[in-house]
């Protein structure tokens, strides 16, 4: 499974790829303006961090503006990925963009008819957010469980990229259903490498080391 990392701030960025484990990152216009900073800007500075897709959102409603942002969004860098919502006009633009060669994020997916949508319209990635459909009393893990079956049963190669992920948990739930990628904010991706046990073997470890008196480096 591929990790993005959801978040518009650089230092995290280059923190998180530094570890040789992030295979891309989302924003979306939230974490732009949460940012502080230019969004063509930011962007850019993101695409030249990361080697993998960086999704840039559009915020046109209709077909022919988003086509002219994606324009010059994909100007940025070669690989920005043009994050579309799923609307009508948002999945017109997807079927262009990709009928293009440019890669394609269809974002706000809370339904496996629309992910359905989304892979007939030729989306790379398509991002079902899970955080967001728990909280409004649906179950955002089987929402994912639903979009594997059906990408599965016709060979779909839309990517599923599970988005507002929360916690832990929904990182380990969407590994285990075989989602293709999951996007989280860097303090999710950095629980990842905590457990308690580790912690306090190091502990252990360290503290006989210490009554050896020996160094490795010597
Ligand atoms: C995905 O691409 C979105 O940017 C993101 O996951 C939304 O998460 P949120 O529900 O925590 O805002």
């Not at 518009?8 to 216009?29: H, K, S, Y």
């Not at 089987?142 to 990182?171: G, K, M, P, W």
């Not at 080391?209 to 160094?215: D, E, F, I, L, V």
Request: proline share 3%.
């Amino acid at each position: 499974m591929k990790f993005f990392a959801d978040t518009a701030e650089i230092d995290d960025i280059r923190e998180l790829a530094a570890t040789g484990l992030l295979d891309g990152v989302t924003t979306n216009p939230s974490l732009i303006a949460k940012s502080g900073r230019d969004f063509m800007e930011v962007t850019k500075e993101i695409c030249g961090i990361v080697d993998g897709p960086v999704s840039a959102e559009v915020v046109a409603l209709d077909h022919e503006t988003m086509m002219k942002e994606a324009e010059i969004l994909r100007k940025l860098a070669d690989n920005v990925c043009i994050k579309v919502p799923l609307t009508i006009d948002g999945l017109k633009t997807c079927k262009a963009l990709t009928g293009d060669g440019t890669m394609v994020n269809v974002t706000l997916c809370f339904s496996a008819n629309q992910a359905l949508l989304a892979a007939k319209a030729g989306a790379t990635f398509v991002s079902p957010f899970v955080g967001r459909h728990d909280d409004n009393g649906f179950d955002g893990m089987e929402l994912i469980s639903d979009i594997r079956l059906i990408y599965d049963n016709y060979d779909f190669e839309t990517e599923i990229l599970v988005a507002s992920v929360r916690h832990v948990t929904h990182v380990l739930e969407s590994a285990r259903i075989g989602a293709d990628v999951m996007t989280a904010p860097p303090a999710v991706i950095k629980a990842l490498f905590k457990h308690v046990l580790t912690d306090k073997g190091i502990e252990g470890f360290l503290a006989d080391w210490a009554k050896t008196g020996q160094s490795i480096i010597r």
